[in-house]
């Protein structure tokens, strides 16, 4: 009797990621930062539930401590949502996807000879009227979809890939950017309540005892050094996320906050609300487990998109008449270039070799299942 071992994708993964759970929680290797991150804040919470609450609720209102623990909850929810995700990695080309792409560079490029020197894998796509360049990642074999980039940590493609956090022992990327967020700003409001009522507790003591002396019954006094460097962390983010831009973009100055510049962001509605919705509310879908790579390949050969902001759901995807493409029978899914939603693509029949025109993409939740 011959048995077939089922081996889920997680099992067989090329990255440098950790799994953990049956493939349900996921992290990069190096993972001392975030302990670290874990200690110092129950470390923090603890001192100060055990020196200052009890004074504190005794003295002003029981309130105090349960704030405190409401907020001390939802920070660490928030670190592990974003510690443990998926941050949105792509799937890597199959053989036969990564040679038919191949074939494709090769007939674009033309004959080569002696001393013939390839051009740049770059393809280029134009997106609400800015021209966006799609690299080539050669080590997935894929050309990385507008705002997608590699980590080296990682050894992955990241899509909407934002920073590798070492406090959050992943990357942040399209999936858990969210979560990163609320965590940030989360752990914001909590060290700034700690610190607030640490002063409280300092000030009424020190009438009772002297000020040397309540310094010694609250020493969680020591977070005022911490509280700023994350309040402006979480400030930042906020700013990011009110323009539409990532933390690789902001550092790399792809894109100017003004519209009338030439290289002004594609990807912003021009909206602080909308701009929010969308990094923030935007469907999920775990793309690393989908069945293929191939619609991230499929991508690259539309020559324009038009978006259409929130809540149409939709956008247009204009193909020239140059384009190379295989016959693909529809519906298949498509990364969508802003927003964190999958799309479907509904169409008649087929998309034949070569074709041209402009097809309507409509906005869904994927169904994916967990296993290969």
């Not at 890597?92 to 033309?110: C, F, S």
């Not at 074999?141 to 406090?167: G, M, Y």
């Not at 998109?305 to 809540?311: E, R, Y």
């Amino acid at each position: 009797i011959i048995t077939r071992t089922h081996r889920r994708k997680w099992q067989i993964f090329p990255g440098r990621n950790r799994f953990y759970c049956n493939g349900r929680v996921m992290m990069a290797r190096q993972t001392g930062v975030f302990y670290l991150t874990l200690v110092l804040i129950m470390v923090t919470s603890g001192l100060f539930f055990a020196f200052d609450c009890p004074f504190l609720a005794s003295n002003l209102t029981p309130a105090i401590p349960v704030i405190g623990g409401v907020l001390f909850v939802f920070v660490l929810g928030m670190l592990f949502r974003a510690s443990f995700s998926d941050p949105g990695v792509l799937p890597r080309a199959t053989p036969d996807e990564a040679a038919d792409l191949e074939r494709q560079i090769d007939g674009a490029n033309g004959p080569s000879g002696p001393g013939y020197r390839p051009p740049p894998r770059i393809r280029e796509v134009v997106i609400n009227g800015q021209t966006v360049k799609l690299k080539y990642c050669f080590t997935c074999k894929i050309f990385r979809p507008p705002r997608a980039s590699h980590c080296s940590l990682c050894d992955n493609c990241v899509e909407r890939f934002d920073h590798h956090c070492p406090w959050v022992g992943n990357c942040v990327g399209k999936r858990n950017y969210r979560f990163f967020y609320l965590f940030v700003l989360s752990l914001s409001f909590l060290t700034v309540f700690i610190f607030a009522f640490v002063i409280t507790h300092v000030i009424l003591r020190s009438n009772r005892t002297g000020f040397l002396s309540a310094l010694k019954d609250s020493p969680v006094v020591v977070c005022f050094f911490s509280v700023w460097s994350i309040m402006g962390l979480s400030g930042f983010h906020t700013y990011l996320i009110s323009s539409n831009q990532t933390t690789n973009e902001d550092i790399k100055g792809s894109w100017s906050t003004k519209r009338a510049k030439d290289n002004y962001n594609p990807y912003s509605y021009g909206n602080i609300l909308t701009n929010c919705c969308a990094a923030l509310c935007g469907i999920l879908d775990n793309l690393f487990i989908s069945s293929s790579s191939l619609p991230f390949l499929l991508f690259s050969s539309f020559s324009s998109i038009s978006l259409l902001p929130p809540p149409s759901l939709s956008f247009l995807l204009h193909l020239s008449p140059s384009s190379s493409l295989p016959s693909i029978s529809l519906p298949f899914l498509l990364f969508s270039p802003s927003s964190s939603l999958p799309c479907l693509l509904s169409s008649s029949s087929s998309l034949p070799p070569g074709a041209a025109g402009s097809l309507v993409v409509r906005i869904c939740r994927s169904a994916t299942e967990q296993g290969s």
